[in-house]
T-cell receptor, first 115, second 113 residues
Framework: KAGVTQTPRYLIKTRGQQVTLSCSPI?????VSWYQQTPGQGLQFLFE???????NKGNFPGRFSGRQFSNSRSEMNVSTLELGDSALYLC??????????????FGPGTRLLVL | DQQVKQNSPSLSVQEGRISILNCDYT??????FLWYKKYPAEGPTFLIS?????DKNEDGRFTVFLNKSAKHLSLHIVPSQPGDSAVYFC????????????FGTGTSLTVIP
């Protein structure tokens, strides 16, 4: 069974630009969550999608948005990039939003550098 | 506001000895706690979890202990092996919040052969 895939793996953008990251969950998984990882901050929850609906949203500005398609693939978008958005963006999938009772599987992440 | 804290950024242990990784939390609504292991250039991998109704969960060399009154959990690895060298994250979720997990900042474990 293929794991969670994220594209692209690396990205360099400049301040003010916008970026779209993609996540393909494990086949059969319908819940997709996004996290931002920065040094010293650990992983911070961005949002979770299930059946094309956003279920939860973390404490991030409106420049961060996402969506999920009918095949469970998900995209996240960051508009008007700032230097502080440089981070590793991780996507995780699970069969359902079951909290700790559902194992989440993480992708390798997309490393975003904003110059 | 960091609701899950790992106060030790790094830990070094001799091969064969016990590794103890600690985690503290502040939110009494957390009902599930997990440990993830992360190697460089890879995403975190689920290791072990514990529900708030338990105080211990064991899986092979890995045991997680939960002390609800102290809002503290720990991961014990016995015996430690060089392949265990990685960054370990603890995470917690609250009742009714689906897969919204709060992660600590990680502890980098080095097991010395």
């Amino acid at each position: 069974k293929a794991g969670v895939t994220q594209t692209p793996r690396y990205l360099i953008k400049t301040r003010g630009q916008q970026v779209t990251l993609s996540c393909s969950p494990i086949s059969g998984h319908r819940s997709v969550s996004w996290y931002q990882q920065t040094p010293g901050q650990g992983l911070q929850f961005l949002f979770e999608y299930f059946s094309e609906t956003q279920r939860n949203k973390g404490n991030f500005p409106g420049r961060f948005s996402g969506r999920q398609f009918s095949n469970s693939r998900s995209e996240m978008n960051v508009s008007t990039l700032e230097l502080g958005d440089s981070a590793l963006y991780l996507c995780a999938s699970s069969r359902s939003p079951g909290g700790g009772q559902e194992t989440q599987y993480f992708g390798p992440g997309t490393r975003l550098l904003v110059l | 506001d960091q609701q899950v804290k790992q106060n030790s950024p790094s830990l070094s242990v001799q091969e064969g000895r016990i590794s103890i990784l600690n985690c503290d939390y502040t939110n009494s609504m957390f009902d599930y706690f997990l440990w993830y292991k992360k190697y460089p250039a890879e995403g975190p991998t689920f290791l072990i979890s514990i529900s708030s109704i338990k105080d211990k969960n064991e899986d092979g060399r890995f045991t997680v202990f939960l002390n609800k009154s102290a809002k503290h959990l720990s991961l014990h690895i016995v015996p430690s092996q060089p392949g265990d060298s990685a960054v370990y994250f603890c995470a917690a979720s609250a009742v009714g919040t689906g897969n919204q997990f709060y992660f600590g900042t990680g502890t980098s474990l080095t097991v010395i052969p």
